[in-house]
């Protein structure tokens, strides 16, 4: 169920308040906009922002590439072609869609997962339904599944990760992960590994239903 909890701090009142999925969290007071400060004065960014790694990180986001959903005909992706956060890498393979997929690399039929994650930048022409795919690789029980989550244009989560899990396959085979209603304008659309040895080779979003 939901979850709420309050104290009473040095400085005033300390507030902190959460549904079951942690979609919604609410804070009291509000962390500083800031992830450092000293003396009042606002300094984390700064430090950030000469970090070569965050810098590197930044660029990325900013020269991602987007990707234009049409409105009356399926858009495929390659998911080598999302901005990839560790433990997600590109790995070859002849057999794979332009002979390159993205994995999690890790023991093969033992548990495991390290939080990597793909996230495609879509620029949608038309809100409606869309059918999600995907090409995958899913060699056991133990390497065969992702999370699925919508964001906004910031990467937002604006629903709960959902589990997306096809059953082992041992060859490149398309798979449905089912319908996502995408709000016209920009979103992303974020793959995270569930267990590592999941192999994902392309996306497509196939358009089913317009949204009035």
Do not use: M
């Not at 234009?68 to 057999?95: H, K, N, Q, S």
């Not at 396959?169 to 974020?190: K, M, V, Y």
Request: hydrophobic share 45%.
């Amino acid at each position: 169920g939901d979850f709420a909890a309050s104290a009473v701090g040095l400085d005033g009142p300390l507030a902190v308040a959460a549904n079951a999925d942690f979609s919604r969290v609410s804070l009291h007071p509000l962390p500083p906009a800031d992830p450092l400060e000293l003396d009042g004065e606002p300094i984390g960014r700064q430090i950030l922002a000469q970090a070569p790694l965050f810098a590197a990180l930044r660029d990325e986001i900013l020269n991602a590439r987007v990707f234009t959903v049409a409105p009356a005909a399926p858009t495929e992706i390659e998911a080598e072609a999302g901005v990839l956060r560790p433990a997600f890498v590109r790995a070859d393979d002849p057999l794979a869609s332009g002979g390159t997929y993205v994995w999690s690399p890790g023991e093969v039929d033992r548990d495991g997962g390290a939080g990597g994650q793909a996230s495609y930048h879509l620029d949608v022409a038309r809100a409606g339904t869309y059918r999600l795919e995907g090409r995958v690789l899913l060699p056991t029980p133990k390497d065969d599944s992702f999370w699925v989550t919508l964001a906004d244009a910031q990467g937002q989560a604006t629903a709960a990760p959902a589990l997306w899990s096809p059953e082992a396959l041992a060859e490149w085979t398309w798979r449905e992960f089912g319908p996502l209603d995408l709000p016209a304008g920009r979103s992303q659309l974020i793959i995270a590994e569930r267990e590592d040895g999941s192999k994902l080779d392309c996306l497509r979003l196939v358009p089913l239903l317009e949204t009035p």
